[in-house]
């Protein structure tokens, strides 16, 4: 169904909101029968599949409540199409659901609206339906993203093959250390690299670019959404193989690489820390000129950090700068902590 307002969120009446905030985001999208039937009809090109994946974000869980409105919506648009980049997916539309804590004012939902008109239209998307209820809090906001694939292309975790190269796009760890900024948790960091890193904690890129052009080339694919080593780990459980991870090789931006020149030991934060929406996938090794081609036409750095090989056992193996394996108190994130 449309979108629709919450109880005592804002001044704005329920036609009003969907007319003024909500309707713009559809871009005349036919699929969306301007907002005012209760579902979406989409076709799908004849020889093409419909990818569909669905995330959830909680703030003080997903993202900090402080954070800016347009952050927020900008970052829940991105996690989502990231899902859809692992799996080579061209994007189509999504739909958005949201539970607004009561008080929610009419200047922060045209904050969020504006931020997500921006990402969505960085991205290459349009909002096609969706739901609004009110609640005591916290703020949650759900979106189902559909994109497409020629069929039979789709990319999966399921696909790394003992002797395939072992690559990550980007940088890894900016947004573990965005985060510890944001908290007060990182001192002695350069506005310039404070700036990027939060940066890239709040307003995530999917390699969108990058996952379609790497269909037909990897043999599997994720983004790193928990942590490199988790996310790693992700693969070789779906695979049935090992992966062997050189951490001198990880790719880290600049401002990454300072905090590490005086901190170290923040390395491992670096490797499990999660939310920098990167590609992680193999390929094989023959194929390491496709998959460099594919990165320049992407716009987007690729790096071969490490190698897959036959299990058992089944896992991931990171080595140090010494060549020994390194050990994790927790290798990523996990989504149902504490819940029993």
């Known amino acids: 169904m449309p979108p629709r307002p919450p109880n005592n969120a804002t001044a704005r009446g329920e036609f009003d909101l969907i007319s003024e905030l909500f309707r713009p985001l559809t871009r005349g999208n036919a699929a969306a029968r301007d907002l005012l039937d209760d579902a979406a009809v989409m076709q799908i090109p004849p020889g093409r599949e419909l990818v569909t994946t669905v995330d959830a974000l909680v703030a003080e869980v997903h993202f900090l409540a402080s954070d800016g409105p347009a952050d927020i919506a900008w970052k829940a648009l991105a996690v989502n199409l990231s899902d859809l980049a692992a799996m080579g997916a061209d994007p189509r539309a999504y739909l958005l659901a949201t539970a607004w804590p009561r008080g929610t004012g009419d200047a922060w939902m045209e904050g969020f609206a504006a931020g997500l008109g921006e990402a969505q239209d960085s991205f290459g998307v349009t909002l096609i339906g969706g739901d609004t209820v009110a609640t005591a809090g916290p703020l949650t906001l759900a979106i189902t993203a559909y994109g497409t694939v020629p069929t039979g292309t789709a990319l999966s975790r399921a696909?790394?093959?003992?002797?395939?190269?072992?690559?990550?796009?980007?940088?890894?760890?900016?947004?573990?250390?965005?985060?510890?900024?944001?908290?007060?948790?990182?001192?002695?960091?350069?506005?310039?690299?404070?700036?990027?890193?939060?940066?890239?904690?709040?307003?995530?890129?999917?390699?969108?670019?990058?996952?379609?052009?790497?269909?037909?080339?990897?043999?599997?694919?994720?983004?790193?959404?928990?942590?490199?080593?988790?996310?790693?780990?992700?693969?070789?459980?779906?695979?049935?193989?090992?992966?062997?991870?050189?951490?001198?090789?990880?790719?880290?931006?600049?401002?990454?690489?300072?905090?590490?020149?005086?901190?170290?030991?923040?390395?491992?934060?670096?490797?499990?820390?999660?939310?920098?929406?990167?590609?992680?996938?193999?390929?094989?090794?023959?194929?390491?000129?496709?998959?460099?081609?594919?990165?320049?036409?992407?716009?987007?750095?690729?790096?071969?950090?490490?190698?897959?090989?036959?299990?058992?056992?089944?896992?991931?193996?990171?080595?140090?700068?010494?060549d020994a394996p390194m050990t994790f108190d927790a290798p990523g994130y996990r989504h149902l902590e504490g819940v029993e």
């Open 159 to 322: 696909g790394a093959l003992p002797g395939d190269d072992i690559y990550v796009s980007g940088s890894i760890g900016d947004a573990a250390l965005g985060l510890r900024l944001a908290t007060g948790g990182l001192d002695g960091v350069i506005e310039e690299h404070a700036a990027y890193l939060l940066s890239r904690l709040r307003r995530p890129q999917p390699r969108l670019r990058l996952g379609r052009r790497l269909r037909g080339i990897a043999n599997s694919a994720i983004d790193v959404s928990d942590g490199l080593v988790a996310d790693a780990g992700h693969i070789a459980r779906a695979s049935g193989v090992a992966m062997h991870i050189a951490a001198p090789s990880v790719p880290t931006s600049d401002a990454a690489a300072h905090v590490l020149s005086s901190s170290p030991d923040r390395l491992s934060e670096l490797l499990t820390g999660g939310d920098d929406y990167e590609l992680l996938f193999s390929a094989p090794s023959a194929a390491e000129g496709a998959v460099m081609m594919a990165a320049r036409e992407s716009g987007v750095a690729v790096t071969k950090i490490g190698t897959v090989t036959a299990a058992p056992p089944v896992g991931v193996v990171i080595m140090d700068v010494d």
